[in-house]
Structures are given as C-alpha cells and as structure tokens.
C-alpha cells in the first residue's frame, strides 16, 4: 500500500519531483498586469490626440471659412456703397446724372451678394442637416438634356461650343434626387463654360456602369494643377479665380460634392493645366426587390 509520505513524492510523469503548491503556482505577474494597463493608457492618449488634432482642423476650417466668407461678402458690398455714396453726393451737388452703368454695377454686385447669402444659407441646410433629399428611380438622360438646355446662352455668350453626347438609354434607372442632380450637373456645366477658353468645348457623356451611372463633364479650359485640386471642393475657395473677372462664389462644388453625399452618390475629377479637367458624377441604380 502506498504511504502518504510516499505519495507526496509521486509524480506523475515519473520527472522526479512532488507536485507544487497551490502557492507556488504560476501566475499573471505584476509586470504583465503593469505592461497590460500601459497599453491601455498609450491607446487612450492616442484616441484623445486623434480627438485633439480633428478638432483643432475643424477648428481651422471653420476660421478659413469665415475669413474666405468675410472677404467675398466684402466685394459686393463696398461696390454698392461706393456706387451709391458717389450717387448720393452728385445729387447733392444737384449735378446728379443718373449713369446706367453705374446702375447696372450696383445691380450685379447686389446679385453677387444675394447668390452668396443663398448659397451660405444652403451650406447651413447641409450641415444641419435640414436639406430635402426625395430619392426616387428615374432616368438620368431627361435631367442631363434639361440642364445644358439652360446653360445653351450662357455658352453662346462664351463662344463654346456645349454637346450633349448622353444617350437615350432607354428602360435605365438611377437612384437619386432628381432635382438635386440637375442642380449639380448645371454647377458643372457653367463652371466648364466660364473658366473655359473662347473658342473652346465642353461635352457631357453618360455611362452605365455594372451597379450605377457615371455622368462626366469635360471641357478644354486652363485645367487645375495639383495644389488647386487639394483644394477644390473648400468653401467659398476660388483658387485664385476671383482676379480673373469671372463671376462666382466658390460655393458650387462644395454644394454640388454634399448634395451627391446625401443621396448615396460621389464626384471626382481629373485635371492637367492647360488641356482641361474631367468632372464625373455617379449615383447608383436602385436594387431589386
């Protein structure tokens, strides 16, 4: 029979040595618990670095929008008080001409600031959030063909030629707001036609793709190098257009690039100085039920 004493010397693969303490068991050491919490502590101040450095983005975005804002609500509004300022005085002199260009500048520089206001007003919409998005199926090719149908006379007063290359495409569906993708597709269309050159073209194609539509505008305008495309969907950001005399807010694309967000769809472009850019918009077609 075996003896106590004997079975505290047993062991079971016959290694020679009696079985450990319930004390001396191994366990999760104090540098392993301390290495854990760490790691821990690293991970957290990163999150709140990451936390840290977006709002701080934010923080500049936010200031370089109100500053671009600032400047471009400036222009038109100097132009009206000036105009009228130098009315006001000749009319006091009592040699007060009524001079239809000046008219017409306080005019134009009064539509200049109302577009901005609207504009300003539909980035607000955006952001909060507010802004009517009614998705529907429809075909693409009617929203397409209404869009440079408006902007006809603007290219005939710019001397450039617009062709409408988009197909019929009959029995083929996108899913999207209709009114928000003309409204994006007649941002495109104008700025290929006022940043283009005399003489020069844009064309507006369509294509199916295998889950969706892509709509491309291209033009052989002055094209964008890489700094200007880093910027180009910034808020009220003209990249340097605004010395050129073409009239703008550098809120389209902005707007255009939120409106294609909200309904499921995207935009990009391709550009190279002095051949042109490529604009494409893509929405995608609705599933089978």
């Keep these: 029979m075996l003896r106590a004493a004997d079975a505290a010397q047993f062991t079971c693969a016959g290694v020679g040595r009696s079985e450990p303490d319930l004390a001396e068991r191994p366990s999760l050491s104090d540098d392993f618990v301390g290495s854990w919490d760490q790691q821990r502590v690293r991970d957290e101040l990163e999150r709140l670095r990451a936390a840290k450095n977006s709002a701080e983005s934010a923080s500049r975005a936010k200031s370089a929008f109100v500053s671009r804002m600032s400047h471009e609500l400036r222009t038109p509004l100097n132009a009206i008080l000036g105009f009228s300022q130098l009315m006001r005085m000749e009319a006091e002199a009592g040699d007060l001409v009524v001079k239809p260009h000046r008219v017409a500048l306080i005019e134009t520089a009064a539509r200049h600031l109302l577009d901005l206001v609207n504009e300003v007003l539909d980035v607000s919409r955006i952001e909060a959030g507010h802004v009517d998005v009614r998705l529907s199926t429809f075909n693409p090719h009617g929203v397409v063909v ?70 491309s505008v291209a033009d052989t305008g002055v094209g964008l190098d890489a700094k200007q495309l880093s910027a180009l969907f910034q808020p009220f950001n003209r990249l340097g257009a605004e010395a050129s005399g073409v009239e703008g807010t550098g809120m389209g694309l902005f707007v255009s690039r939120r409106f294609m967000e909200l309904m499921g769809g995207s935009i990009d472009v391709s550009s190279q100085p002095g051949v042109g850019s490529i604009f494409r918009v893509r929405l995608s077609v609705p599933r089978a039920a």
């Design 146 to 215: 209404e869009a440079v149908a408006l902007l006809q006379q603007q290219a005939d007063n710019a001397q450039v030629q617009v062709s409408d290359h988009v197909a019929a495409m009959p029995g083929f569906t996108v899913k999207g707001d209709r009114l928000r993708l003309k409204e994006v597709l007649i941002n495109l269309v104008s700025n290929a036609i006022k940043y283009n050159v005399q003489g020069g073209r844009v064309e507006v194609r369509a294509q199916a793709l295998e889950d969706g539509v892509e709509i």
